[in-house]
């Protein structure tokens, strides 16, 4: 007997929220066998592995030696979807038969089922397992790690076993037997979020400034020179010795709120501005573009950040003299602006125990001259601006429609806000069976909802909530630099809250002491599969491997 999956043709290679994902379980068999139910599931699991020293036993101190093979391996497992389908025996069959086991005859036999990838993730709602074990099911507790109430995260799987988030449906074939095991069969896929409604244009930016002044010149050069084909001598215009040397401010911008978007060009201005009537020339000697990802992992107690970089564009001995303009200059956007962001980048996202958020690094090389003399002093400045990058799938206009119909709504309070992180304790609910239908998109739940969650009723829509960069340094387009002045030598960036950028709310789910469904996720069973294109995403290969760039890891267990 064997069991597979197959999903059908006209299947995208990218899934998305609001998506079906449709096929076959097959089921081959060459005698008769018996079977109690066929099961296929939508899952996906959010993994993170770490190996650091384990917590200090109660009534030791931080001077508690600890030996090199007391290193700890500790996984944290969440489950951000669950949908559960039982395939066979079908209700009709199970209402005419009236019995618990059934025998197939041999041959193939396909079942067919389809599943819509919701809105958020589900973990918090799973305050229990039951635990499947000699045919009985037995509840294990809940855990009580952290949870929050996201867009469900994209797929991930650069970070070998250390951080891994994939989808996959899983057919089960349940065999009434206590000695026969099940088969089951496993189909992967990608998945790549619909991003959070973007704000409307500003006429403002987003920046990141750093000033500097030029070493002076001590000695002034040669005042003369002879040619190689004559006896002729040629004097300096200028003697950069009796002269101040130029001081400069650059700055790197981006529109506010400082957002870019998977598989596109990084909307990137570069601005130089001579802060002194000096008449030095400046050179762009080398210029480097990287995005840096920061990755989050946690393990229970354990937790460590790793950086990725991915470089968009990196030139050095360039020497091209900037045009100055009322002393100002700006870089040739044309040396990035068609340079998308690779395919590995996945957009910014939160779930359990794995978090996602970027830096963009901007590394400026400037020499300084006068006339065709160019010194040989070179200055290298790096300009990081924390931002968030968002998949460039938006969502359906039926949904943003829905949810502008009642704009008079006040938004969430800061508390509601920090309600999504939610702690879960074991559950006293009793096992349930299988069977139990979901309750409809839109219906209330008995649970009490907390007292800093803010429920909407059906009839009146709640505003999503979207969380964006919100810079200290923000200017209008045709001023490029602030009033405002700063000590030579100070960095003046941008600072960021880098919070949920998932659609808050509930989520869904046949699980027990759960709140309603959002307003986004019940109106959202009435709209279609999201249209336009997707781009492309390589989470990598899943077993892990590989990697976007060079990495960096650092971490406090």
Not at 72 to 96: G, I, N, W
Not at 236 to 259: E, F, M, Q, V
Not at 335 to 349: G, H, M, Q, R, Y
Not at 362 to 370: E, F, T
Request: charged share 15%.
């Amino acid at each position: 007997m064997s069991v597979r999956i197959a999903l059908d043709n006209n299947q995208p290679t990218l899934y998305t929220n609001l998506d079906f994902i449709s096929g076959r379980a097959i089921l081959s068999l060459r005698n008769h066998e018996t079977i109690a139910a066929i099961t296929v599931k939508l899952e996906g699991e959010s993994r993170s592995r770490l190996i650091g020293e384990p917590q200090l036993p109660m009534g030791y101190g931080a001077g508690f030696h600890r030996r090199r093979e007391d290193m700890t391996l500790e996984t944290e497992v969440h489950k951000v979807l669950y949908r559960a389908d039982t395939v066979f025996p079908t209700d009709d069959l199970s209402h005419a038969t009236q019995g618990s086991v059934y025998t197939l005859p041999p041959g193939q036999h396909e079942f067919r089922f389809s599943f819509k990838l919701p809105f958020n993730n589900s973990c918090a709602d799973r305050q229990s397992t039951f635990v499947s074990i000699a045919g009985l099911q037995v509840q294990a507790p809940g855990n009580t790690d952290r949870h929050v109430r996201q867009t469900l995260p994209p797929s991930l799987h650069r970070f070998e076993d250390q951080a891994v988030i994939r989808y996959f449906l899983k057919a089960t074939v349940q065999r009434p037997a206590f000695y026969k095991e099940n088969f089951r069969a496993e189909q992967n896929f990608q998945f790549f979020p619909i991003e959070p409604p973007r704000p409307a244009p500003e006429h403002r930016e987003s920046f990141a400034r750093v000033k500097h002044q030029f070493a002076p010149v001590l000695e002034s050069p040669a005042t003369s020179r002879t040619s190689f084909f004559s006896r002729r001598t040629s004097t300096p215009t200028h003697d950069p010795s009796t002269t101040a040397p130029p001081t400069i401010s650059i700055d790197s911008r981006l529109p506010h709120p400082a957002i870019i978007t998977c598989n596109e060009a990084v909307p990137l201005r570069i601005l130089i501005s001579k802060l002194n009537a000096s008449p030095a020339v400046i050179y762009l000697q080398l210029l480097q573009i990287e995005l840096v990802a920061h990755t989050n992992v946690r393990a229970h107690h354990l937790s460590r950040e790793t950086l990725t970089s991915n470089i968009i564009t990196s030139k050095s001995n360039m020497k091209v003299r900037l045009s100055e303009k009322d002393g100002r200059m700006e870089i040739d956007r044309g040396l990035w602006k068609n340079i998308p962001l690779p395919n590995t980048v996945a957009p910014s996202f939160d779930t359990c125990n794995i978090s996602r958020s970027y830096s963009l690094h901007v590394k400026v090389g400037l020499l300084h001259g006068y006339g065709d003399q160019i010194f040989p002093e070179l200055t290298v400045q790096t300009l990081t601006m924390p931002l968030s990058v968002y998949s460039g799938i938006a969502p359906p206009p039926a949904l943003l429609q829905a949810m502008s119909i009642n704009p008079n709504i006040p938004p969430p309070s800061t508390a509601a806000a920090a309600a999504t992180t939610t702690t879960t304790a074991p559950s006293s609910t009793q096992p349930q069976p299988q069977s139990q239908p979901q309750p409809p998109s839109g219906s209330s739940s008995s649970a009490s909802i907390p007292p800093d969650h803010h429920h909407h009723p059906p009839n009146q829509p709640p505003i999503i909530q979207s969380h964006t960069p919100l810079g200290t340094g923000q200017t209008h387009p045709e001023e490029p630099f602030p009033e405002t002045q700063q000590p030579m030598g100070e960095k003046q960036s941008q600072q960021t809250q880098q919070t949920g950028t998932g659609m808050a709310g509930g989520v869904e789910g046949p699980f027990p002491d759960m709140p309603p469904p959002t307003y986004q996720e019940a109106i959202a069973d009435g709209i279609g599969p999201v249209g336009g294109p997707r781009g492309v995403y390589d989470g990598g290969d899943e077993g892990g491997g590989g990697g976007g760039g060079a990495g960096e890891s650092r971490g406090a267990v």
